[in-house]
């Protein structure tokens, strides 16, 4: 368990003590370079590592606990993909792993009819298999499911295909019938996590845009068949009102304030202090808890949230873009997306794979694609005068002088918008 604790549209993320481990500011990058990040690289690394802990073809155990750098640079990558991993790797992969277990029993089983899975299975052949795959000999502190969990996952599973060879054909839809894919959770989950912010919140969506941000979270609903709003997949939360010496986390000063109000508290137990006056001793007090009260400015509602996994985090940061009217639209340069504070900026302030900034990219591109508009203007008025003189003097028919224009204003128009090359556009017009 993990605690999220949210500020408007920023968070910091804490352990069960509460201290923070990472934070956003409300750019929301890590989110954004989640649901832009390509994971391929790390399902070739799972796979070697699975198939370097048990065999594929007898599912017998191999000794030597082989694989753990392939997990090392499995946890690099998804580091680099969401800080989340920096510090819920370990559940992260012991998911994984007891997912892809279950999964690949089942495709071989039922699929490739692989004979060397019982078709009893006993929970010590089980858990020989489990345990021999994971790279630690207990399940990860705070996680929900364990072992046990995974068992009666399979079990559940394989109930639906232990049937009479007559009733298969009903069946036959639900066999998988392609190898299973590790990390389908991510997979699944990034694709959710896109699709909900194109849907609800991406100022650039076609035809989508001209709907209200309610309208838009309908539709995402019912397209995406959950029949739940993304507030009700959220764990509860704790609402408190924070203050900015909280906020900076200066705790002693806190205590002490803390400290001199239940003093008071004790002090005005069963005092009218409209009726019965403020003793001297009493005022001092009061005049020493608020000189420290000066410093707490209360500002707004912080949220508080005990989650179990990213994609909690994930709902709960885009719920709070969608309470604050937050825009967002892809960069012209980059690809990801970023939050829109001006509907006239098209690119980000981040930096693309060539390590330049994407808004100077942005800036040189708008200046090339004016200085272009206006040059595609001037060699087309320059041509069009000469073919205009050649139909004067009769060297070109009006009609061939009309398509001729035609043509040319539309290839002008394309330079203009940058869809055309503008040396190309020049050679044309020699022709």
């Keep these: 368990m993990s605690i999220l604790l949210v500020k408007g549209e920023a968070y910091e993320y804490n352990n069960k003590e509460e201290k923070v481990l990472f934070s956003e500011d409300g750019t929301h990058k890590y989110l954004f370079n989640f649901i832009s990040a390509n994971i391929t690289p790390v399902l070739g690394l799972f796979e070697q590592y699975f198939s370097a802990r048990i065999d594929m073809e007898t599912f017998d155990p191999i000794s030597g606990n082989k694989g753990g750098s392939k997990l090392t640079k499995i946890k690099n990558f998804l580091e680099s993909v969401h800080p989340y991993y920096k510090y819920r790797f370990d559940p992260a992969i012991f998911n994984t792993i007891g997912e892809y277990f279950n999964d690949m029993l089942i495709y071989s089983k039922y699929s490739c009819h692989n004979s060397a899975i019982p078709q009893e299975m006993t929970k010590e052949w089980y858990m020989e298999r489990f345990w021999a795959l994971m790279p630690n000999k207990m399940p990860p502190d705070g996680n929900e499911k364990g072992p046990d969990d995974f068992f009666v996952e399979y ?24 190898q299973p894919v590790p990390f389908s959770f991510e997979i699944r989950m990034q694709n959710e996590i896109a699709n909900m912010l194109y ?90 808890a608020v000189s420290l009260a ?60 060539s390590g330049h900034k994407c808004s100077d990219v942005g800036s040189n591109n708008t200046f090339k694609k004016k200085m272009a508009a206006d040059e595609a203007y001037t060699i087309y008025s320059r041509a069009y005068k000469a073919r205009y003189a050649r139909q ?20 002008r128009d394309k330079v203009r918008a940058g869809e055309y090359d503008l040396e190309e556009f020049r050679e044309w017009l020699k022709k």
């Design 155 to 178: 079990q559940k599973r394989a109930e639906k295909w232990n049937v009479p060879d007559d009733t298969w054909e009903v069946l036959l839809s639900d066999i998988p019938n392609r």
């Design 294 to 353: 000066k410093a707490i400015n209360p500002s707004e509602i912080s949220e508080k949230y005990e989650i179990t996994d990213l994609r909690q985090l994930l709902l709960i940061e885009i719920l709070h873009m969608i309470q604050n009217n937050t825009m967002i639209r892809v960069c012209k340069n980059c690809g990801k997306y970023f939050v829109v504070t001006n509907r006239n900026f098209l690119y980000c302030d981040g930096f693309d794979d």
């Design 199 to 288: 849907f609800i919140l991406d100022i650039d969506a076609k035809d989508v845009n001209v709907l209200s941000v309610q309208q838009r979270m309908w539709l995402y609903e019912n397209i995406s068949g959950t029949g739940l709003s993304v507030a009700e997949k959220l764990p509860s939360c704790e609402q408190t009102l924070f203050s900015d010496m909280e906020n900076n986390h200066h705790k002693e000063e806190i205590q002490k304030l803390k400290e001199r109000f239940k003093k008071l508290n004790y002090s005005l137990y069963g005092r009218n202090v409209v009726r019965n006056g403020v003793s001297e001793k009493l005022q001092e007090e009061i005049a020493s």
């Design 392 to 411: 004067q003097r009769g060297k070109m028919s009006r009609g061939e002088f009309i398509e001729w224009n035609n043509e040319a204003m539309e290839k």
